[in-house]
């Protein structure tokens, strides 16, 4: 790749995280309301904490290759992006649907950071690898910090429910769970259209095992021909 795309790349890269922090920090701030306790309204704030100052990293950087304040606030008045759109779609309003909301983001913003350390790294631009090394470690140990919370998560959620109630939650959560699915389709069936064939090679057995969860058994020959056409097979 020749230098002046690669370097546009790392620029792109940076916008991005920088945008997923900004969406971050909004959800952050109504985390510890809706957490269910103490300890576990605690973790969210300390993670409120890291991502201002992985925020203002990303920014430093930014403004390190010349991206300026005015053209960061035009880039983060939008959502951008179909993965970012579905996430901010998602409005979690219990503690439950807020892990596991905070929890696949942390799994988008891990997935972010490696591909800018290693969009960094071709571009010999090490300060900025460095700090998406040391955001990237913050990503997976907060997305470790909400999973070893899942039980005491599940306790918050069910506190001072009945019988009833509980039976009422298993629904509510299964009808999340086909929604997410129904979201990962969208999102995977968009993929190939913006990617190279191997990305979209690499993405179509998922697609395949999303299509089976929300409607049992939905067989790759009732996708549309055209999007076997985009990743060149069939």
């Known amino acids: ?26 959800q952050l701030k109504r985390a510890p309301k809706i957490a269910g ?22 920014q430093e950087r930014l403004e390190a290759h010349d991206i300026s304040a005015n053209k960061l606030k035009d ?13 901010a779609k998602f409005n979690p309003d219990s503690p439950g649907k807020l892990a596991a909301h905070a929890h696949s983001y942390e799994a988008m913003e ?5 591909y800018l350390v290693r969009v960094a790294e071709r571009a010999s631009d090490e ?3 460095q700090v998406a090394r040391t955001i990237l470690e ?24 009945d019988a009833d109630d509980i039976q009422k939650e298993l629904v509510k959560y299964l009808a999340d769970a086909h929604a997410i699915e129904a979201q990962a389709i969208q999102l995977l069936e968009a993929a190939p259209k913006r990617g ?3 990305p979209a090679h690499f993405l179509l057995p998922h697609l395949d095992d999303a299509l089976r969860h929300p409607h049992g058994d939905r067989p790759r020959d009732s996708l549309p021909r055209q999007f076997f056409d985009l990743v060149g097979c069939g």
């Not at 020749?2 to 922090?21: F, G, M, P, R």
């Not at 891990?110 to 490696?114: I, Q």
């Not at 913050?138 to 306790?155: L, N, P, S, W, Y």
């Open 1 to 26: 790749m020749a230098a002046d795309n690669l370097h546009e790349q790392l620029h792109k890269y940076l916008t991005d995280v920088h945008s997923i922090e900004v969406q971050a920090l909004a």
């Open 37 to 58: 306790g103490d300890e576990l309204a605690r973790m969210y704030e300390q993670h409120e904490s890291e991502t201002e100052d992985q925020k203002r990293l990303v």
């Open 75 to 87: 880039i983060v008045a939008e959502v951008t992006g179909v993965g970012m759109y579905l996430f």
């Open 110 to 114: 891990e997935a972010a950071y490696e």
């Open 127 to 129: 300060e900025t690898a």
């Open 138 to 161: 913050q990503e997976k140990a907060m997305k470790g910090r909400i999973f070893d919370h899942f039980d005491q998560t599940v306790e918050a959620s069910l506190r001072e429910k």
């Open 196 to 198: 190279e064939p191997a």
